[in-house]
């Protein structure tokens, strides 16, 4: 790819010409393929944080595809209960427990982040890290993370899913359930702006071996996670998968805590639309998409007044739209290119961490590797999944 000079040699006004104060898509990043071909699935990661009934569809799914289910547990979710369902219905699952668990380490992001107040308590990262280098001293070659509030996806799509990892990054399946954004994005698509979703971690295949990627401690984690073997990537969407109904604007509190990582994701990705990549986000860079996203969040809550017909419902956009407002206002250009220098450096840290590890004959001794042997639980049914290859 041909970069134009640096933003660092130009003035605000040598931006590239772009009116808009947000993209509302970024499909053209992705390849639509139809889920064809014959490749095999290894294994179904479940980061999962609730009680074990929410595992059921994938457990289900594991059984139709004839793969196992990797639960990673923390919060109310506990490895013990996910394995006596995956017992009650016949099925390959280990569960791990992951509450403090010291496999990942410390990164600078994360460093930063505290340091600024700024520190996300959410350990959906660290797991989603976790199922990556399982699957990767493990020797499986192709997973498939699942979220546990994704239903409805067709096994018969997952093996033409699988084989397109042989040409692509990552590949998504494409949701035809509740739309998986932002509340700040949702708010725009509820005063009619064109808002489309991306491809998620929450139904998204890879293949651990072939990446030395991996997923920072902060919202759009997904986002990163793709842009972290370089650019310009190739991301394929195809397949089905069902995204769960949830409020986006059941507390303010989910768009403050938001704000940061969909400002930083969201202006990554302003740059690979415009044919650009992450080492072009500067200050300059960064002062003029804060501004653009601050002028956004005022303009869609001003056409709340008058495109959200239910009072109810205006009044909880609106308060989210404030309570990210309030997070913004503590965003700089500096915290942001701080953040991008930051995560460059966590991509060597996590390759050199990755290289500390030596391929295991079999998955008990994978876990012995990360030091979790002792936190895993498994059914009867997964005997032979610990068995040495």
């Known amino acids: ?119 996300s308590v959410v350990d959906l990262s660290l797991k989603r890290n976790l199922g990556l280098l399982l699957a990767r001293i493990a020797g499986w070659e192709r997973i498939l993370f699942l979220d546990d509030d994704i239903f409805g996806v067709n096994p018969d799509d997952l093996g033409g899913a699988a084989s397109l ?31 489309d979703t991306f491809i998620g971690g929450g139904a998204m295949l890879v293949a651990p071996k072939n990446t030395r990627s991996f997923f920072p401690n902060i919202y759009n984690e997904d986002w990163f996670f793709l842009l972290g073997d370089g650019v310009p990537f190739k991301v394929a969407v195809t397949g089905r998968a069902v995204q769960k109904e949830y409020d986006p604007f ?23 639309d415009n044919g650009l990549g992450p080492e072009h986000a500067d200050s300059v860079f960064w002062a003029d998409f804060l501004y653009r996203r601050r002028r956004l969040l005022d303009d869609v809550l001003a056409r709340s007044e008058s495109r959200i017909a239910d009072p109810v419902k205006r009044e909880k956009v609106q308060a989210s739209l404030r309570a990210a407002k309030g997070a913004s206002s503590f965003i700089t250009p500096k915290i942001c290119r701080e953040y991008v220098a ?46 040495i290859r």
Request: net charge negative.
């Open 250 to 272: 059941a507390t303010p509190e989910r768009a403050a805590r938001e704000e940061l990582g969909d400002s930083l994701a969201e202006g990554i990705y302003w740059l690979l």
């Open 165 to 195: 990892l042989d040409n692509y990054r990552a590949v998504g399946l494409e949701n035809f359930g509740y739309e998986d954004n932002s509340v700040v994005c949702h708010a725009y698509r509820a005063v009619d702006g064109e808002q």
């Open 1 to 119: 790819m041909t970069l134009p000079r640096r933003w660092q040699d130009t003035a605000l006004t040598d931006l590239p010409h772009d009116p808009s104060f947000h993209h509302g898509s970024h499909r053209h990043l992705l390849d639509r393929v139809p889920a064809r071909g014959a490749g095999s699935l290894d294994a179904i990661v479940v980061p999962t944080a609730r009680g074990a009934v929410t595992l059921r569809e994938a457990i289900l799914l594991g059984l139709k595809v004839g793969c196992p289910v990797v639960a990673l547990c923390s919060q109310a979710a506990r490895a013990s209960e996910a394995t006596e369902l995956g017992q009650s219905l016949g099925a390959t699952v280990l569960a791990i427990d992951c509450d403090d668990v010291r496999a990942i380490p410390g990164f600078a992001t994360e460093a930063l982040l505290e340091e600024a107040g700024m520190g």
């Open 342 to 387: 930051a995560w460059r450096k966590d991509l060597d840290l996590w390759g050199e961490h990755l290289d500390t590890f030596r391929d295991q004959p079999s998955v008990d001794k994978a876990l012995s590797e990360l030091g979790l042997f002792h936190r895993a639980h498994r059914s009867e049914y997964a005997d032979a999944l610990f068995a």
